[in-house]
């Protein structure tokens, strides 16, 4: 039998009232509020005023952002959004798992770029118990990294143009969206989740056919990218979608703490693999794109241009793995996985996988760390608490897709209806992330 | 000879929560480390401005984290912003120290982009006052964090223009990352919608746990059929 006693749910019928009673009060809008009130004012005579919720199941919202956005004619008057519709409690599962256990689970939240987040699971950690990772790692850890910032960037580009009506720059960018998730099948053994960041290394080492896919994709791209731009850069219909859209100031992205190619399209240079260089980005040469202007425009050249700066790194980093050999994983049983040829063969091996798998790495008690990496979103940190044992005490992600969309609604007041869609392309959220 | 006369072969006694401990050597010098996160000199402005209102600073990683009095959090934010350039708030999030007195912990994650530094501002919270100061009025972005830290842990910010849940609908009353909240959720705390077009609420998130079969979309909803 059910724990529940209650029967009777024609009372909670009205699915979540009290939510979205909540949300109509934040948004102040007398017309629907009055009208609802039936206390006889005075509604809006001409019927300019329109409350419309967009989302959450919506094309447009690139999953499933709500967006209740009080209309005056076309204009927006205020915008308040809606998310924690995906919301899952990742902090919370991370508190019952083990450091390694929970990797996977970052593969779920920036989804378009997995990769990213798995680097980013496993720096905090390792610079929580202060583990050391093999240089060799370190390259191949970052070139994927570019990877899925590539990728990442190409599903912006071909949804913010599908939302702007062009569908064939759709069709372009997943044929190499397709080749990305080819290297990474290669590669990592699987197409989405990748989940190949290990704590103290990655799972496997590259092979000829990862580096031949690798090497021959970065030959192709350029010359796409350079068509794309060919075809978009001087297309008056798309600059016309987006210049002067969604214009934000340097002073004011920074107060509203937005992040990646949002704060660097107002001309903002803060980018962590300049600021804090992780992996070996201070052995690389590569330049930050930066915009002044702050508008989707902007933000859309801030973009393509890393595309192209992640091509570079790439080649670097695939010019380095020809010389930097060497184990791909910490040979240190307590701080990350043996090789499973010592699993399958040693006896000792097979305890040290047991226990890391049961136990895993356990960082000092008390410790508590903050690191971050440039995902392709912006910003994306991990705060980690250790209280000895090999379950984190508390894991606070600090996702970039979260701090962005914070500023999309003051983004939205002002804009017209038809900008909307545009707009939240431009902003480039990932719900899965921004929610937890 | 006796063995307890052996000092290497007298037993020793494990304590009974055994935990590995890391090397103190290890974490000394941590590869992991930044130079952004290096602020002492950050950290003693603070001190001197603050007074006895700086409780502790902990450096763990080359990571300072400072933490204050819970009624200067805002003073201490103001003076950082104002006076030491840290105009970028990246992120602020709750903690819960389960057992501990002053149960709650709010932390502040700071940013100056011009000079490249990075510092961590704490304030603690107990559970009979579980309120502080909001910082929305120095940094605007702490506007989603701090109803962030509110769903989760049920910490309020005094002055906050919009204290709403984040996540969570306002229906639910529970702040789920309290170490007491259950990991699988309270049953019926959160209904979800109709599992087929003719049904009512799901007060069960778990119904096969709790020993029932709700219909499953596609099937077909049997109806009684009036045989009068």
């Given amino acids: ?436 | 000879m006796a063995v307890a006369d052996n000092p290497i072969k007298a037993p020793k006694t494990l304590p009974f929560s055994f935990v590995p401990q890391e090397p103190e050597t290890a974490v000394a010098n941590n590869p992991h480390a930044k130079a952004s996160t290096q602020v002492a000199d950050i950290v003693k402005a603070l001190e001197s401005e603050l007074g006895d209102a700086v409780h502790e600073t902990v450096v763990y990683a080359g990571e300072h984290t400072v933490r204050v009095a819970r009624d200067r959090i805002e003073d201490a934010c103001r003076f950082l912003k104002e006076a030491l350039g840290f105009l970028y708030l990246v992120d602020i999030g709750g903690s819960d120290r389960f057992t501990e007195d002053d149960r709650y912990e709010v932390f502040y994650n700071l940013v100056n982009i011009t000079e490249g530094k990075r510092i961590r501002l704490k304030v603690r919270v107990d559970e009979s006052d579980m309120t502080v100061r909001t910082v929305t009025g120095v940094y605007p972005a702490a506007n989603w964090n701090e109803r962030e830290c509110w769903d989760m842990f049920g910490i309020s910010f005094e002055g906050h223009p919009d204290m709403r849940r984040m996540f969570m609908p306002e229906d639910f009353e529970y702040y789920p990352l309290r170490k007491e909240f259950p990991l699988l959720g309270v049953p019926g705390s959160l209904p979800l919608p109709p599992q087929a077009p003719t049904g009512t609420l799901t007060p069960d998130p778990f119904p096969a746990a709790h020993g029932h079969k709700p219909p499953k979309s596609f099937e077909e909803v049997k109806i009684e059929e009036d045989k009068g």
């Fill in chain 1, 1 to 436: 039998m059910s724990s529940i006693s209650q029967t009777d749910w024609s009372e909670t019928l009205k699915f979540w009232p009290r939510h979205n009673e909540a949300l109509y009060r934040r948004l102040e809008s007398k017309h629907s509020w009055l009208e609802h009130s039936g206390d006889g004012a005075p509604v809006d005579p001409l019927e300019n005023q329109m409350v419309l919720n967009i989302g959450p199941q919506h094309p447009a919202t690139h999953g499933v952002l709500r967006c209740v956005v009080q209309l005056d004619g076309e204009t927006i008057q205020k915008c308040v959004l809606d998310i924690g519709y995906l919301h899952r409690g990742v902090e919370k599962i991370a508190e019952n798992k083990t450091y390694q256990e929970f990797m996977p689970y970052t593969d779920r939240m920036d989804y378009l770029s997995p990769y990213s987040n798995n680097v980013a699971w496993c720096l905090a950690v390792e610079k929580l118990a202060a583990i050391e990772v093999p240089e060799r790692a370190q390259w191949i850890r970052m070139m994927m990294s570019e990877l899925a910032r590539i990728s990442s960037h190409l599903l912006w580009m071909g949804v913010g143009l599908m939302d702007a009506g062009a569908v064939s720059v759709f069709l372009w960018a997943f044929q190499f969206r397709e080749d990305i998730y080819t290297i990474f099948d290669e590669v990592t053994g699987a197409r989405l989740t990748v989940s190949h960041a290990r704590i103290g290394g990655v799972a496997t080492d590259l092979n000829d056919t990862g580096i031949n896919l690798i090497t021959d994709f970065v030959q192709r791209l350029p010359a796409a990218i350079t068509g794309w731009e060919n075809l978009l850069n001087r297309n008056r219909i798309w600059i016309d979608r987006n210049v002067g859209i969604g214009v934000m100031t340097g002073e004011e992205v920074v107060a509203r703490g937005m992040t990646g190619p949002n704060l660097r399209g107002s001309g903002v240079a803060y980018d962590i693999r300049h600021f804090e260089p992780y992996l070996k980005y201070n052995e690389v040469d590569f330049n930050i794109p930066i915009r002044t202007e702050g508008d989707a425009l902007a933000r859309y050249f801030v973009r393509l241009d890393e595309m192209k700066e992640s091509i570079k790194i790439i080649r670097q980093c695939l010019e380095k793995l020809k010389t930097v050999k060497g184990p791909v994983r910490t040979d240190d049983a307590k701080r990350a996985y043996p090789n499973k040829d010592e699993v399958y063969y040693s006896m000792e091996g097979l305890i040290h996988d047991f226990m890391y798998t049961d136990t895993g790495v356990a960082p000092p008690k008390g410790a508590a760390v903050y690191h971050a990496i440039e995902a392709p979103k912006g910003e994306l940190g991990f705060y980690l608490e250790s209280d000895g044992t090999g379950n984190p005490w508390r894991a606070k992600m600090n996702s970039p897709s979260f701090t962005n969309l914070q500023g999309l609604e003051e983004m939205m007041v002002g804009a017209h209806m038809g900008d909307m869609v545009i707009l939240i392309g431009t902003v480039d959220p990932v719900l899965g992330e921004a929610d937890k």
